[in-house]
């Protein structure tokens, strides 16, 4: 019993000093990733798709914080029999800073505050639309090997301000708070986008990460 006592503490001595001198090593490290985020919601004939890719880059100015920034796209459709209700394409530019905890071995835990800045318009009405967010994001991120990694995300919070600024008539400004958006689209921003029920982000992603 001693004997595997002593066994099971010294792999475990051996896991934890392997871990500290990996997390040691990411100070000044740099790294590529790209968040993906789907929705889908079909009723009857009608089916409305939410699409996010948004490539990020950054490096670790400490050995457990990362600060980065990311340049991708959004796309919503809203589709029916009678065809295209609406098209979105809007461009995402959004500043993230991250802090990482060890959880076991080369498994981590990370909490992520991100500043999306979201622009764009629905090309069916000439729609622009303009979004401002606060976003708090909890995932975990498994090292492969030192030089890759898997990672999935999800919302805990989200803020945002969004402007929607017709072609003819006055612009509105939506405001909306959620916890792991459980909020309701407002309304008017629902119709506007053909009842596409948009979140302009999605509340979970998954990405690969590069090291170097």
Do not use: C
């Not at 459980?182 to 948009?198: E, I, Q, R």
Request: charged residues 15%; glycine residues 8%; aromatic residues 12%.
């Amino acid at each position: 019993m001693k004997k595997i006592l002593t066994l099971i503490s010294i792999v475990f001595i051996g896991l934890t000093a392997k871990a500290q001198d990996s997390n040691q090593g990411l100070k000044g490290a740099w790294f590529a990733t790209s968040q993906f985020g789907y929705q889908q919601t079909k009723m009857a004939d009608l089916k409305n798709t939410n699409l996010s890719v948004i490539p990020i880059v950054g490096t670790f100015i400490t050995p457990s914080v990362a600060v980065g920034a990311g340049l991708g796209f959004i796309n919503i459709k809203a589709d029916s029999k009678a065809g295209t209700a609406a098209k979105t394409d809007l461009i995402v530019i959004q500043p993230l800073a991250r802090k990482y905890w060890n959880v076991a071995g080369s498994l981590y835990f990370f909490g992520q505050l991100a500043v999306p800045i979201i622009t764009g318009k629905e090309k069916e009405t000439d729609l622009k639309v303009n979004q401002l967010g606060l976003s708090v994001s909890g995932g975990f991120d498994y090292f492969v090997t030192k030089n890759f990694s898997v990672e999935f995300s999800y919302d805990l919070a989200n803020f945002t301000s969004t402007t929607i600024d017709p072609k003819d008539g006055e612009k509105t400004t939506v405001t909306n708070f959620g916890l792991a958006h459980v909020a309701n689209v407002d309304p008017f921003y629902n119709t506007a986008l053909a009842g596409s029920n948009p979140n302009l982000t999605s509340p979970l992603s998954v990405g690969f990460k590069f090291i170097f």
